[in-house]
């Protein structure tokens, strides 16, 4: 159960407790029981949509405009993964994620806002795993997105651009997160154009219809400083930013999802994922080393755990076989970390990974409904 005081604190300003807030308070609880979470995850990706705006198939994204909020939508994330060495020999991964619940399809000033707003972050070393977690209402300034110039954050966590005339706004972002015992500055600087997902950007989640708007920037390279409890390392890898946004992503009996992102040593790409129901459904997009997409629909990619881990008294696969017979693409993956658990008020696994078999590189892994 997410710690109650923890939300009752977002909700104050100045010792007084807004009005306005607690029926907005009293929604984000409901929405954060641990069988919600465990199921589907902040805000009830699976729950009814009423009155909010549904993903059409044939919209074009528009950038920057997309980069930012889509109050009329439900849900939404900017979610940035890096792979890195240090300077040490050793493997890192990195999270920063901003998530954006809505209460209500409407955007409003101050204590008036219905956004809410979470961000994750994570730091994963071969033997430790950290994690760390902040909450924020909308409209007075503790969390939000801007278009251009681009910079998502929440209290001082942040992903800024610096994106120089001529780029996209996202082609050179600097990123920072701390908790309790780690923090990173980190710079990432695109080589590589954005990618839409499923057709054009409409990402099917689900035989029934249930879809999202999503694209990627995989083409990061990523330099910078992990403080870790020991002191910090220097590293240097690659990154890639996933956006995505609905009001329903997932059908009423999905209970989770398995998703990789990865850098394949030749420069390809590939995103995956299988999400998990009465039915199995997968999807994934094949990305060329200079943008060049081919989505992959429902069945194309297959999933086949190997291993499995417990932790939290869960008890998780952390080892799988990905296939895509078409591409001749069959590969094995391994955590850096079989423990990287996010064990937060959203708890889900999420690290790095290295594989190999037809292809080898590097990825990243999140798994949730556990």
Partial sequence: MPDRRKWVTIFQAGGRFAPACLAALLCVLSLSMPVQLSAQGFAGLGTDAEGFAIPERGRALSFPEDHGPHPEYRIEWWYLTATLTGEDGQDYGVQWTLFRSALAPREDEGWDSPQVWMGH?????????????????????????????????????????????????????????????????????????????????????SPEGQASYYYSQPFYTVTGTLHLPDGPVEVSGKGWLDREWSSQPLSDDQQGWDWVSLSFDDGHRMMGFQLRGRETFTAGTWITPEGTSTPLPDGAVQFTPLAETRINGRVVPTSWQIDWPEGGVSITTEPLNPKAWMDLSMSYWEGPLRFSGSHSGRGYLEMTGY
């Fill in 121 to 205: 972050a994570g730091l994963t070393t071969a033997t430790e795993h950290f994690a760390a977690e902040r909450f924020a209402r909308g409209g007075i300034g503790q969390a939000g997105v801007t278009t251009s110039p681009f910079r998502a954050h929440i209290d001082d966590w942040h992903m800024t651009s610096r994106a120089r005339s001529g780029e996209d706004e996202l082609d050179r972002l600097d990123v920072h997160a701390r908790g309790a015992d780690f923090h990173y500055t980190l710079e990432f600087v695109a080589e590589g154009p954005l990618v839409f997902q499923g057709d054009h950007g409409y990402s099917a989640k």
